[in-house]
T-cell receptor
Framework: DAGVIQSPRHEVTEMGQEVTLRCKPISGHNSLFWYRQTMMRGLELLIYFNNNVPIDDSGMPEDRFSAKMPNASFSTLKIQPSEPRDSAVYFC???????????????FGDGTRLSIL | GNSVTQMEGPVTLSEEAFLTINCTYTATGYPSLFWYVQYPGEGLQLLLKATKADDKGSNKGFEATYRKETTSFHLEKGSVQVSDSAVYFCALSDSGYSTLTFGKGTMLLVSP
């Protein structure tokens, strides 16, 4: 089975530019998570969706960050405008969680390494 | 709130040595517990899990036992290999929607 697929794997852009990260979850999974990983702050949960609906976006650092999940097989994380401090590895994960009482494991993509110059 | 505390690394071992990475947790409910491993340049992979007290999760020679009385889930392996060099994350889930609370990660370095 295909795992979680993220694109691009690497992105280098100048500050002020719009950045869009993409994620395709595992087929049949109905929970999707976006994380950011840095040396200083470790792994941070940004937002998660269940059945394409955003459940908790309290981890999104600023209004410059937005995420969408238009259907069960695709999600985007957008940064506009980007800043050097947004440089990090961004991970998408999915799980077969069935809602409030689910504790199923998450499956991670290989991440997007983002560098903002 | 929920929290996970792991021993700080790096943990440096010689090949075939015994490994223990300590993990303790605080949770309001009855969490499921996980160990994830992250190899360089890759995402996190589920290594093992345990869903209730006294359960033992195991995979690839790694083991961890869910100890409710000590709120711990220590990772062990009897004989490490160079290929086990990676960052190991302990995590719990009890907030629903499969959300995870992660520890800060422990880097393991195994030398030949």
């Amino acid at each position: 089975d295909a795992g979680v697929i993220q694109s691009p794997r690497h992105e280098v852009t100048e500050m002020g530019q719009e950045v869009t990260l993409r994620c395709k979850p595992i087929s049949g999974h109905n929970s999707l998570f976006w994380y950011r990983q840095t040396m200083m702050r470790g792994l941070e949960l940004l937002i998660y969706f269940n059945n394409n609906v955003p459940i908790d976006d309290s981890g999104m650092p600023e209004d410059r960050f937005s995420a969408k999940m238009p259907n069960a097989s695709f999600s985007t994380l957008k940064i506009q405008p980007s800043e050097p401090r947004d440089s990090a590895v961004y991970f998408c994960a999915s799980s077969a969680g069935q809602g409030t009482y689910s504790n199923q494991p998450q499956h991670f993509g290989d991440g997007t390494r983002l560098s903002i110059l | 709130g929920n929290s996970v505390t792991q021993m700080e690394g790096p943990v440096t071992l010689s090949e075939e040595a015994f490994l223990t990475i300590n993990c303790t947790y605080t949770a309001t409910g009855y969490p499921s517990l996980f160990w994830y491993v992250q190899y360089p340049g890759e995402g996190l992979q589920l290594l093992l899990k345990a869903t209730k007290a006294d359960d033992k999760g195991s995979n690839k020679g790694f083991e961890a036992t869910y100890r409710k009385e000590t709120t711990s889930f220590h990772l062990e392996k009897g004989s490490v290999q160079v290929s086990d060099s990676a960052v190991y994350f302990c995590a719990l889930s009890d907030s629903g929607y499969s959300t995870l609370t992660f520890g800060k990660g422990t880097m393991l370095l195994v030398s030949p």
